[in-house]
């Protein structure tokens, strides 16, 4: 549940509904680690379109109370640059995760949103056609406050690596370890 709301969902993404929010939410100052900045519409437009088609990799709407509030990105790290970086094992889910950039926050707001897509995260199938065993993610190393999030949820950094576009912390939460997590 986030900050008094009573319903807490994901959905897939819809470009025709969600594009205008979408746009607005990753090129947003305070979105600087999504790499959008200065992208047009058309831009995102086609960069989402390309995970909505993808088999190894899914957008998801999150919505508080009906209300659009987070994006969350599921992906297959043995489809993706992770799996020159360390030995992706049956059960590893790839996430991402943007609340709604606002001007008014909500004291807890995100880190609620973060158990909830955690939770999402635990309840899909991972790499190999197995039930999710541990999340994946790979922020930018500048990125202190997702740092502090993920120590939080129980993530572990394995090691930092190049990546094209950044330095990332390659962490890892197996479920044992986000069920004994604060955020759980």
């Not at 086609?46 to 599921?74: C, K, M, N, Q, R």
Request: net charge negative; glycine share 8%; hydrophobic share 45%.
């Amino acid at each position: 549940m986030i900050a008094g709301a009573t319903t807490t969902s994901l959905r897939p993404l819809d470009l025709e509904t969600d594009l205008a929010a979408l746009h607005a939410w990753v090129t947003h100052p305070r979105s600087v680690f999504w790499m959008m900045q200065g992208a047009s519409v058309d831009d995102v437009r086609d960069e989402y379109a390309g995970i909505v088609a993808s088999e190894h990799h899914d957008a998801w709407w999150g919505l508080v109370d009906g209300t659009p509030a987070f994006l969350a990105e599921t992906y297959d790290p043995a489809h993706s640059p992770l799996a020159a970086h360390y030995p992706v094992q049956p059960g590893d889910l790839g996430m991402h995760v943007l609340v709604a950039p606002t001007d008014t926050p909500v004291h807890g707001f995100t880190s609620r949103v973060f158990h909830a897509v955690m939770q999402h995260c635990f309840a899909l199938t991972g790499h190999g056609g197995v039930p999710t065993r541990r999340v994946v993610v790979e922020p930018d190393v500048g990125n202190q406050a997702i740092a502090e999030l993920n120590a939080r949820a129980g993530f572990l950094v394995e090691r930092e690596i190049d990546l094209p576009e950044k330095r990332a912390a390659l962490s890892l939460c197996p479920r044992a370890r986000f069920e004994q997590s604060p955020l759980h």
